[in-house]
């Protein structure tokens, strides 16, 4: 029994949804669909979910917002009237918005709801698409499914009974098709996950009916080995473990957000990243252990921007037990959480997102760490890249830091920072963002050239 | 003016203590002179020092002790005959003897000040040798130069007070010998500094007195860029900043521990380590600041056996606030001191030295880690060896780390661990100790030929 989602793009027009119901007919083993709302069609588009956000700030703050209903409604009228489905269906989903917009629903509540509509749709019309097709196949309700959540400021949390519910729907027939994105707490409240909550659904599905397999839809015909917005056409991750894929994800790899995919890999159930427009690629396998090793052991870099780091010094640091101690505690008591925290005898850098520090906690943070730590020199430095190269091979590798940094020499790229061996699976460079680009040629070059 | 020390190798028989007349002869502004106690004047030697030690135990436990107070005075009638000094001298050295063996200060106190008669003993012939050569001399008891300090299980500590005191030694006519390695309590009890504590008696009398210089006498030629026992004839190092000279001791420099010097240090007194044996040699000198920037800019390879790691992943350890802090309370706790804590996404390493963890602790610190952080790996790498390449250029120049690393790909030597950016004048390497050797021939060879 295999768990198929479908991302934004899969599922962002007719045809689309045509392409979907031809990945479902190919594998009768994909039993259990997920969908996420409609998504871009071209780069200017709107996605339905961010619409209908819109549409439910006007709506509270008794604004304007005919304009966003109406192009909700066009769009979906569209995607109906070209898959010939009945105007039935078409009502349905324009009752639900109008009920839910017309609910006695805390504000908060309503916006949840009101941003589900469009996973709900996405849902509807493929089920009844499907039918249409001659394959059996029914919508099923997040709440009938067993998505049991608790509502929390960063998004719905499920609730660890969720899992055995879950595993019922296996004595379901036929294909059973389940809107991504939310759950319904004990009291029958609508939450939503985090953005990218359709693959948080997908993988609580997996894990929950123990799925052989959670096949990941996207729009790109595998995971890569480095970004294709500054290296064309590179080459593809045949399969990734899980750790490798977090690795590479937490620095700036978009194909999905990693932490999505938790509740699969706690379950172990491997994932396929597989291309709606192209399914006939081999897409990229995602598992706890490769089974045999590969040639290569790097099988990714990632980089990403937007770093800064917070550079403390004092004489005799490492003699002053508790110090490391403390400096954590200043940043866990003022919120901050960090990235890398690689340390020297007398030195250490502590390394954000520029995010965590904005500059207002960044001067309360300097002057804290001073006041209280007594240090020599507190210090930012502003405007670093990481870049992580990562494979599980490497640990055993003699000469992969060699092969990186004469890579990062030649590009003339001067290396800030070097962490390796921290992370069995990665090794990561700190550099100055303005040689990002050209970094990333030179190691792309050295490792996979 | 200057404060010129001498270590036990420069007094460790008449011959030395000649050279050491010589020296001072030569210089007027070498006025305030510290002295260790007779150190080895051969490998199979006995440090006057260690014989004292011994000496005090077993009058303290009621043992045979005679031998080790014949070896002590045939030690010292041999020196004070042979600088063709008074009788009067020898018992004045045999009557501090005895008279501080059967005192009735306690036996901590005791053994303190049976510890310190080396250095006493050394100051007092010094001085009436540098008399009976013309030099206006005299003999200082550190009570009486103002050393004033506190007890301390890991040594006595000076108190502040102690430099205004020392100041007032400026106006002392004529040569100041003051024995090294000990002070005085508040209330007139002897206690010694931790060993090597004539450097720090040294470096206090510097710093109270302003002197434009401390010059530390050894008996090698310089502070040299790798350590002698794997490199035949490195090079030597001119010119070292503190903060090198740190980095370079803390991984096994051993000319002196390096935070003897921390109160030149904090006084921004600038050191020169010197050879008493070949005066003439420029020697190192170590400095707040370098006047110019030298062309290279590693000045020193450093590095030490006998560490171990704590490696510990925990999924989604970097969404965790307060993991980091939690984990150094559980060493903190311990008492632990660890060296670097490197640190990844989901992974940490912490770096301590093997005498910070022994069997029973190590087990302790793994089961507490995994217990109540709940961390999924908590593995301990054993036998490693840091290599610390330090230099006050490196942070500026592009390619530091790749010479490094290609080193040591060439010395087939796996890196453990990469350390660079924390520090912003060291790069350290973490190896397996097995080849270390290899490795630093590598690297010198890379940086130095």
Do not use: W
Request: charged share 25%; with cysteine; net charge negative.
């Amino acid at each position: 029994m295999k768990v198929a989602k479908f991302g934004g793009s899969s599922v962002a027009d007719a045809n689309q949804f045509k392409k979907v119901s031809n990945i479902i007919k190919e594998d009768k083993s994909r039993k259990f669909i997920v969908v996420s709302a409609p998504g871009k069609r071209f780069d200017a588009d709107f996605k339905i979910t961010d619409l209908l956000i819109q549409l439910g700030h006007a709506y509270l703050n008794d604004e304007k917002y005919k304009s966003y209903y109406i192009t909700i409604m066009d769009r979906f009228q569209k995607i109906i009237e070209e898959l010939n489905l009945t105007e039935q269906l078409l009502k349905e989903i324009e009752n639900k918005l109008k009920n839910t917009l017309t609910s006695d629903l805390a504000d908060h509540d309503k916006l949840d709801s009101v941003k589900a509509i469009g996973e709900y749709s996405s849902a509807k019309i493929l089920s009844a698409y499907l039918q249409t097709e001659g394959i059996k196949a029914k919508y099923m309700n997040p709440k009938d499914a067993g998505i049991i959540v608790e509502k929390d400021a960063s998004g719905a949390q499920l609730l660890p009974e969720s899992f055995n519910l879950i595993y019922k729907l296996r004595d379901e027939e036929g294909v059973v098709v389940i809107p991504g994105f939310y759950g319904y707490t004990n009291d029958g409240i609508l939450a939503t996950f985090s953005r990218g909550g359709s693959d948080i659904t997908g993988a609580i599905i997996a894990a929950g009916i123990k799925a052989e397999l959670y096949e990941n839809f996207t729009d790109v015909d595998s995971v890569y080995s480095v970004n294709p917005a500054i290296i064309e056409n590179p080459k593809e991750i045949r399969v990734l473990t899980y750790r490798e894929m977090r690795e590479l994800s937490y620095a700036g790899f978009s194909v999905f957000h990693d932490e999505a995919l938790i509740p699969a890999f706690n379950a172990k159930i491997p994932v396929c990243v597989k291309n709606t427009n192209n399914p006939s690629a081999s897409g990229t396998m995602i598992v706890a252990k490769k089974e045999e090793k590969e040639e290569k052991c790097v099988v990714g870099i990632a980089s990403d921007t937007g770093f800064k780091s917070i550079y403390v010094s004092k004489f005799l640091m490492n003699r002053e037990i508790g110090f490391g101690r403390k400096l954590f505690q200043i940043l866990e008591e003022e919120q901050v959480s960090y990235e890398h925290a690689p340390s020297g005898i007398d030195d250490m850098s502590i390394i954000v997102r520029d995010s965590q520090l904005p500059d207002d906690k960044e001067e309360l943070i300097v002057s804290r760490i001073k006041n209280e730590l007594k240090t020599d020199t507190v210090t930012i430095h502003r405007d670093l890249a990481l870049i992580m190269v990562v494979g599980e091979g490497m640990k055993e590798t003699i000469g992969m830091a060699q092969t990186a940094t004469v890579a990062l020499g030649k590009a003339k790229v001067n290396i800030e920072m070097i962490n390796q061996g921290s992370s069995e699976v990665s090794m990561m460079f700190g550099i100055k963002a303005n040689g990002l680009n050209r970094a990333i040629k030179s190691l792309y070059h050295a490792f996979f050239e």
